[in-house]
């Protein structure tokens, strides 16, 4: 048998089981009787707590596939410190004396020279990409063009043929203008070969933008440089930079047009690396150590542009 107890700030009637002071009558919420608020309570303690639990799950298994990802690169730091005697041990030495010599190794053999090709090669390729991506994804998005579909697709299409089976004209389209071992033939070709992702990426950013806002920069009598500078490109920040570092990192890491097209003077990291392979003696300690410093720019320009990279890459996943 149950009673009821007046509610004092509303009047009605909870009812109140004489074992369970704080419980429902069954009756009473077969009749629809909402129950009363320490079980409303309960229940979201618990629902509170299944999520904490989940999270908490979640939680531990990105921390698992992080620290398996970059378990590879710590090692290949700690390798670097090595000497090649202890690199090359089977088991691996964990404890093993570390040193410098192997980075003085890599400065002395000129790392700094193919270094700064890779600079000028990455930064002003990314650089120009941006200019030119910039324009054609507002064309294509924010005022599009007729057929803006087909366009799209046409630029996919350039990335549909292997590198490597243009190669061959490429290099002897290179010859014939004298552009071999030249940094800014590179450059050349790694803004071709990261248009297409630039314009696909900025086109999807550049869509999330609400046209009111270009209107009304319209009617106060700002033409196409001025909104795209001063509005659609401070409200697409979060897409330049994840692009910029996308393109960046391609060019960086790009080896087959490289390797073919240049020899001593323009030479980039990814052959600097490959120079350190032999097949007499030891040279595992010397290897991780340059490519410890080949991959060092990356990782720098990623962590300062990671608030604005994460935000780049979720943009406009949800709505």
Known sequence: MSTRTPDQSTGTRHPVDPLDAHGADPGDVAQGIAPPPAQKRRRRRSSSGDGDRAGWRWATLAWVLTLLFVAPVFWMILTSFHQESDAATSPPSLFAPLSFDNYAAVFDRGASTFLINSAIASGVSTLLVLILAVPAAYALSIRPVEKWTDVMFFFLSTKFLPPIAALL????????????????????????????????MMQSFLAEIPPEILEAAQVDGAGFLRTVWSIVTPMASPGLAATALICFIFSWNEFM?????????????????????????????????AATLVSLPVMIAGFAAQDKLVRGLSLGAVK
């Open 169 to 200: 004209p490429v290099y002897l389209i290179v010859k014939q203008i004298g552009g071999l071992d030249n940094i800014y033939t590179l450059v050349l070709l790694y803004t071709a070969m990261n248009m297409p992702i630039a314009v696909w």
């Open 257 to 289: 047009f490289a390797v073919n097209l240049t020899a001593t003077v323009s030479a980039t990291s990814p052959i600097f690396l490959v120079g350190f392979i032999s097949s007499q003696g030891l040279f595992l300690a010397k290897l991780c150590a």
